[in-house]
């Protein structure tokens, strides 16, 4: 065995010795809004990059909340990152890299899915994050069926802003039913089970 330590995620293992093969793997971090799943995948980024690992960031085109050059979490961490509009230029983008980070998986136009089996597939590690149930409280695609894919699932939870329990659901409080609608506090809440509010059918 060779000394090759990898960064692996928090809950699991924190470095494993690899043989030296080219075997790459899915992590998917997921959960509401405010649970903390960029600020984690910014944190395995940032180890990966100590560890002279070749890094490529990738966010989608589409959020600009923050920052158009740099993936930025709600605590304003940040890291570099490179814009796509679809999921099939991160295998242009990110062929010489050893670990590929994607956020807000949820707004890539495209495959992710099997974009991110392919790079797995060529001995990369794969690091996705994003939201697993949308608005009304349904699985967002494709996230739930990358965690049908992944090697390795970090679930996150924030706190209900009602009543202070673990929250697992994003409450939309604006009067829009855009599936997609790009915002922070200003549009959305987290939200426990028992405080979130399905919008009504229509």
Not at 129 to 156: C, H, M, N, S
Request: glycine share 6%.
């Amino acid at each position: 065995m060779n000394g090759t330590v990898t960064g692996m995620p928090l809950g699991i293992q924190e470095v494993v010795v690899t043989t030296g093969n080219r075997t790459g793997w899915i992590e998917v971090i997921c959960g509401s809004m405010f649970s903390g799943k960029t600020e984690e995948l910014i944190r395995r980024l940032r180890r990966a990059q100590i560890a002279n690992q070749k890094v490529t960031i990738i966010k989608p085109k589409l959020d600009i909340r923050y920052s158009e050059e740099f993936i930025v979490s709600h605590n304003q961490q940040k890291i570099a990152s490179k814009a796509v509009d679809f999921a099939e230029e991160i295998l242009v983008v990110a062929a010489d890299a050893q670990v590929i980070g994607i956020d807000e998986a949820q707004f890539l136009k495209g495959d992710l899915v099997e974009v991110c089996k392919k790079l797995a597939k060529s001995g990369k590690r794969v690091i996705v994050a994003g939201l697993d149930k949308d608005y009304r409280g349904k699985p967002f695609e494709p996230v739930p069926q990358l965690l049908a894919e992944a090697e390795y699932i970090t679930k996150t939870v924030a706190i209900c802003m009602k009543c202070g329990n673990p929250a697992n659901y994003t409450q939309r409080i604006t009067k829009s039913r855009d599936l997609v609608l790009l915002g922070a506090t200003d549009s959305y809440e987290a939200r426990c089970r028992a405080c979130f509010e399905p919008p009504e059918e229509t």
